[in-house]
């Protein structure tokens, strides 16, 4: 599927899309054996907002949707202009709270869909990944991000070093997660406007990512495991920002 039509399945996916974007929607398609009150509710929104509502049996749907859990709600739609976003159209708007989340090397669409949801949740301006290393906006990214994607940009870029620079100059700090840092998460001063930056499970970034952040830090564990999933650690990273920015605000 191109960057300019989406196929989105499950509730969570095609309601945030008709509470955020309802005029992008083409179609949207629902099993007709369902009766229940979520069906209901969603397809009275989308007939309010103007979305054309059809029926479909499962055999269409299973094709629609292919391996994404579809609940019996599948959307045919075009990706909404809010996030036809560039690196240079989110580097425009900063300010003393941008933050921005970078992975490097996240190939498993859950992952990428789990972190989607988790910068969302944060606050996080826009996740930024490269084009040939990562995996894509697809609709198993979407199930996972469970409507984060209709309301935070993914941006891939061809370079993502060479973004790191841009990011650098457009006045932002660049924080790498690295569970080798000698410092702490939680001893740097993330107040200001920043971009953290977060490998693969296991693999961690590479080198040349490494190499142009301005800090390293790592997650404390205090148990047995050795890693975190990147969602979680992602969460971790960005929810300290935003409690260290809100703390500062209240004095």
């Not at 309802?22 to 009150?37: A, F, G, M, N």
Request: with cysteine; net charge neutral; glycine share 8%.
């Amino acid at each position: 599927m191109s960057a300019e039509r989406q196929v989105l399945a499950g509730f969570h996916a095609v309601a945030a899309r008709v509470s955020a974007a309802p005029e992008s929607i083409e179609t949207l398609y629902v099993d007709p054996q369902r009766h229940d009150q979520r069906m209901r509710r969603l397809c009275d929104q989308a007939e309010a907002a103007g979305v054309r509502v059809m029926h479909a049996d499962a055999r269409r749907l299973h094709g629609l949707a292919g391996e994404v859990p579809h609940q019996g709600v599948v959307a045919l739609c075009a990706a909404p202009v809010a996030l036809h976003r560039t690196l240079d159209d989110v580097l425009a708007g900063v300010d003393a709270g941008t933050m921005l989340l970078l992975l490097d090397g996240v190939t498993d669409p859950r992952n990428l869909g789990a972190c989607l949801r988790t910068a969302d949740a944060a606050g996080a301006a826009a996740v930024i990944v490269p084009r040939d290393r990562s995996a894509s906006m697809t609709p198993v990214v979407a199930k996972a991000a469970a409507g984060a994607a209709e309301s935070t940009p993914l941006i891939a870029v061809t370079n993502l070093s060479r973004a790191m620079e841009e990011i650098k100059q457009a006045g932002l700090w660049i924080a790498g997660a690295a569970g080798e840092a000698e410092r702490s998460v939680y001893d740097l001063d993330l107040t200001g406007p920043i971009a953290w930056v977060l490998g693969a499970e296991g693999e961690g970034m590479r080198r040349l990512t490494r190499d142009k952040c301005d800090w390293l830090a790592r997650i404390p564990l205090a148990g047995a495991v050795e890693s975190l999933n990147v969602s979680v650690a992602a969460g971790v990273c960005l929810f300290e920002t935003a409690r260290q920015r809100r703390a500062r605000a209240a004095g």
